[in-house]
């Protein structure tokens, strides 16, 4: 019998949004000291209405798409004209949104120290986001809710929702995230091993983060913007790494929606240290998408999300919106894209 939520925060403002508060539970899994989940809820101080869960991506947590802020470290005031979740919660929905179980995870971990992760695949993450759903509508009193999800959420949403929108789902919301196409693999997966066999004989159960703790670079960049380059190619540390996140698809500085350091270099500070590689390794499980009958929209940005997913694949009744400009990062950061 696993534990049941126990609240850790109540009826809390929100830097620099202080007319919404935030709830906070947090449950313990089976399995090591690191299998724990939690569940942020936020809405305005008299109150939301419908209920929507909104799904992170990978290396984010519930706790970046609230606060931006990794551990209660901050990089930044969040704004509700960029944030899916403060700018759904302004507008009078209780927005739900979970810290996976890598956020529990410390950067000191190493290889096999990992081996924890080892069953961290869609069997685990479907069953927490059940367990998240399930006290969502007894807390909310409601039947069922929205589900929407940012990058990985926006497939885990996909392959929740194969399973349980009749009994769970009023509608799906997908921002730059849903199948990926045959054959494409996204480039920030360093492909170490390519089988759950190979992973297990390894011993290399987990693939790090781009940012967050593993990689400080983005939080000395949002210290130190004008601090020289590493490539003399760029005039200063921000240039640099401004082009290498246009270059890989995730930002775009130069043209609409015009990607600004200040929003983008918090989002990279603030990612989990690890992510499972038995997510990635179990990608070719089958879901049957067709089968899900609820209104679905998806955002795509235009330098990553057109490029990388199928939109052939999605639910019948979907609509798609193409984000011009737009990068990957840019869905989280960007002007909301509910404004278009």
Known sequence: MYEQWKIVKSESPILGNEQLVENIWKMKREGSTYDVISLHKVNLRDGGNEAILVLPGTWSSGEQLVTI?????????????????????????????IDYRTHYVPPFLKDKQLSFMANWGWSTWINDIKEVVSFIKRNSNQERIFLA????????????????????IKGLILLDGGPVKHGIRPRFYTPEVSSIEEMEAKGIYAIPSRGGPN????????????????DPKYKTISDF???????????NPYDYPYSKKEDVFPILASFDPYWPYRLSLERGLKFDYKGILVPTIAFFSERFG???????????????????????????????????
């Open 215 to 230: 990689n400080p670079i983005w939080a000395y960049a949002l210290a130190n913007p004008d601090m020289p380059s590493p």
């Open 149 to 168: 999800g940012e990058s990985f959420g926006g497939g885990a949403a996909l392959n929740y929702s194969s399973l349980y929108w009749r009994d769970d």
């Open 69 to 97: 802020s990794w551990h209660g470290v901050y990089y930044t005031t969040p704004d509700f004209k960029k944030s899916i979740v403060l700018y759904l919660a302004r507008n009078g929905f209780n927005v739900y949104t």
């Open 241 to 251: 790494l401004m082009d290498s996140l246009y270059i890989s698809g995730s930002a």
């Open 306 to 340: 057109l490029q990388v997913f199928d939109s052939e694949r999605l639910p019948p009744n979907s609509e798609v919106i193409s984000l011009k400009g737009y990068g990957h990062l840019d869905v989280y950061t960007g002007l909301n894209p509910f404004s278009h």
